[in-house]
């Protein structure tokens, strides 16, 4: 675009210059001007994005070399503007000013050399002709302001939008960690609980297969249940990964689920108590979840790690406070002597569960022997307290 005006403005305005300043009384250094300005000045406006000082520089002097040298004013100097124009859109602050500031000085050398010979009239025309060549220059440089000012509005604008677009990719790449994460910690207990129940129900019907055959048809009995629950949940846990949602969606388990959860790890060797205190609550489906999940690891922790089915005591209490949900779940077995089975995502996954809605979980040995896990949800305050309250 810039070569097409420079081609343009030679056309245009070059050769008129050519044609206009091309006289019988012009002196040879006249007309080498002339020649020079009308062919360097539309060059140098070709350049005026990539190097807008330089141009800037070229016009202005080859503007006044042509003027010192005789020729007068040109068309080819309507230029000027054009530079005056560029250099505040394309240059520093510096070079805006100091491109007005030659422009109007220009026009105050032509009005004063244009009327020096006029006499009394002199001052007014220098006037008029300073008025005329100055405010087109003025125009050029608020037109220039004007683009300049657009052009950074524009660039803000699309810098904001890449950011915006960033941010959107990385929370996008963060709710997917998120929900990888979720599903890890979903599968994990489901499917490590219920492979311990399996491991422990066939060690023991793999004993009483050989003196009690009922007991192990029993066993087997509790290993299918087991591994057809594990399945339905591995089923729906997946299903969410699912487009169509095509796998139907049980409800979430939670604390009501408890004494099942008891009973099948009853059944599994261990002696396992339940016991409430306090008034239940009901509870967002999420805590709920998750005070179920931490009850199910610590149970399947028991399995694991407390020792042999038939020694095992275990304990968990539910404590329902007027501000919070605590859970404990104690057993009698080897507690930290048990040796790790190297996954080390149990603690870890209730830890995360605890700390998601503002609790808190502690593990480890306790006094007297075996292992404990205590967990605490805070609780919004109960009705009948805020009504007390009041």
Same mark, same amino acid.
């Given at each position: 675009?810039?070569?097409?005006?420079?081609?343009?403005?030679?056309?245009?305005?070059?050769?008129?210059?050519?044609?206009?300043?091309?006289?019988?009384?012009?002196?040879?250094?006249?007309?080498?001007?002339?020649?020079?300005?009308?062919?360097?000045?539309?060059?140098?406006?070709?350049?005026?994005?990539?190097?807008?000082?330089?141009?800037?520089?070229?016009?202005?002097?080859?503007?006044?070399?042509?003027?010192?040298?005789? /020729?007068?004013?040109?068309?080819?100097?309507?230029?000027?503007?054009?530079?005056?124009?560029?250099?505040?859109?394309?240059?520093?602050?510096?070079?805006?000013?100091?491109?007005?500031?030659?422009?109007?000085?220009?026009?105050?050398?032509?009005?004063?050399?244009?009327?020096?010979?006029?006499?009394? &009239?002199?001052?007014?025309?220098? /006037?008029?002709?300073?008025?005329?060549?100055?405010?087109?220059?003025?125009?050029?440089?608020?037109?220039?302001?004007?683009?300049?000012?657009?052009?950074?509005?524009?660039?803000?604008?699309?810098?904001?939008?890449?950011?915006?677009?960033?941010?959107?990719?990385?929370?996008?790449?963060?709710?997917?960690?998120?929900?990888?994460?979720?599903?890890?910690?979903?599968?994990?207990?489901?499917?490590?609980?219920?492979?311990?129940?399996?491991?422990?129900?066939?060690?023991?019907?793999?004993?009483?297969?050989?003196?009690?055959?009922?007991?192990?048809?029993?066993?087997?009995? /509790?290993?299918?249940?087991?591994?057809?629950?594990?399945?339905?949940? /591995?089923?729906?846990?997946?299903?969410?990964?699912?487009? &169509?949602?095509?796998?139907?969606?049980?409800?979430?388990?939670?604390?009501?689920?408890?004494?099942?959860?008891?009973?099948?790890?009853?059944?599994?060797?261990?002696?396992?108590?339940?016991?409430?205190?306090?008034?239940?609550?009901?509870?967002?489906?999420?805590?709920?979840?998750?005070?179920?999940?931490?009850?199910?690891?610590?149970?399947?922790?028991?399995?694991?790690?407390?020792?042999?089915?038939?020694?095992?005591?275990?304990?968990?209490?539910?404590?329902?406070?007027?501000?919070?949900?605590?859970?404990?779940? &104690?057993?009698?077995?080897?507690?930290?002597?048990?040796?790790?089975?190297?996954?080390?995502?149990?603690?870890?996954?209730?830890?995360?569960?605890?700390?998601?809605?503002?609790?808190?979980?502690?593990?480890?040995?306790?006094?007297?022997?075996?292992?404990?896990?205590?967990?605490?949800?805070?609780?919004?305050?109960?009705?009948?307290?805020?009504?007390?309250?009041?």
């Amino acid at each position: 675009m810039d070569g097409v005006l420079a081609a343009a403005a030679f056309l245009l305005l070059g050769s008129l210059s050519i044609l206009t300043g091309t006289g019988s009384t012009a002196s040879p250094v006249a007309v080498l001007t002339m020649w020079t300005a009308s062919i360097g000045m539309p060059v140098a406006i070709a350049c005026r994005r990539r190097w807008p000082i330089g141009s800037a520089v070229a016009v202005n002097a080859l503007a006044l070399g042509h003027f010192l040298a005789g /020729t007068g004013l040109l068309p080819i100097d309507l230029l000027i503007y054009v530079s005056v124009y560029s250099t505040t859109v394309h240059a520093p602050i510096w070079a805006r000013r100091v491109s007005l500031g030659s422009a109007v000085l220009g026009s105050a050398l032509i009005a004063v050399s244009m009327s020096l010979d006029m006499g009394r &009239d002199g001052l007014l025309t220098a /006037t008029f002709l300073f008025v005329a060549a100055a405010v087109p220059a003025l125009l050029a440089w608020v037109a220039g302001l004007l683009r300049r000012s657009s052009s950074q509005r524009w660039e803000s604008l699309r810098e904001r939008a890449a950011r915006l677009e960033y941010e959107r990719d990385q929370q996008a790449r963060l709710a997917v960690a998120a929900e990888r994460t979720r599903i890890a910690r979903e599968m994990h207990d489901v499917v490590a609980h219920s492979l311990a129940v399996v491991v422990a129900q066939a060690d023991g019907g793999r004993y009483a297969a050989r003196t009690d055959p009922a007991l192990a048809a029993q066993a087997l009995d /509790t290993i299918a249940t087991t591994a057809r629950a594990a399945l339905a949940d /591995t089923r729906r846990i997946l299903g969410v990964l699912r487009e &169509d949602g095509s796998v139907p969606h049980r409800p979430q388990e939670g604390l009501a689920d408890l004494p099942d959860l008891v009973a099948r790890v009853r059944a599994s060797g261990p002696a396992v108590e339940l016991v409430t205190w306090g008034e239940p609550r009901d509870l967002p489906a999420a805590t709920d979840l998750a005070a179920f999940r931490i009850c199910q690891e610590a149970l399947t922790n028991v399995l694991k790690h407390a020792g042999e089915p038939g020694t095992v005591h275990a304990r968990v209490d539910v404590a329902w406070h007027p501000t919070a949900l605590v859970l404990q779940v &104690d057993d009698d077995g080897r507690g930290a002597a048990a040796a790790p089975d190297g996954a080390g995502n149990g603690l870890t996954g209730m830890r995360e569960r605890a700390a998601l809605f503002g609790g808190a979980l502690h593990a480890g040995p306790r006094p007297g022997g075996g292992f404990r896990v205590h967990a605490t949800f805070p609780l919004p305050p109960s009705p009948i307290l805020q009504e007390s309250a009041r």
